[in-house]
């Protein structure tokens, strides 16, 4: 699967001297292209990001709206497949449309498909934002 190969490539691109639990993250795009992201710790925690935050925010700074999102994928050497922490899912409900795919795996092979909704039922939106 195409979306696993370029998440792990992404997760290869991973800092993370502190926690030393790399992931990785895979936007797939309408024109087939991929926008990667890693996680990037800091001795300053506060200032680590997460690899799905870090790819929506390439997407974004690139000027790709979010229409042009088919999916994401994000892996980790978990027991499970990731789950994306609470700041990752508000993040991911608010940029991603709807009908977005959020794939979560695992290197040991595991995959569990879903979606922002699943993953936050209750996000937090501004009713001007929601409507865009």
Known sequence: MKNIEQALLARSRAYTPY???K???AILL???RYILGANIENAS???SNCAERSALYALYSQGI???DIVSITVIADDEGPVSPCGACRQVMHELMP???KVILANTKGDIM???TDQLL???FMFDEVADE
């Open 113 to 115: 498909e879903t979606t």
């Open 65 to 67: 709206p979010k229409e």
């Open 45 to 47: 925690f506060g200032l």
């Open 121 to 123: 039922p209750y996000a």
């Open 23 to 25: 992931v990785g993250a």
């Open 19 to 21: 926690s030393k639990f």
């Open 30 to 32: 309408k024109d087939g």
């Open 98 to 100: 709807k009908d977005a």
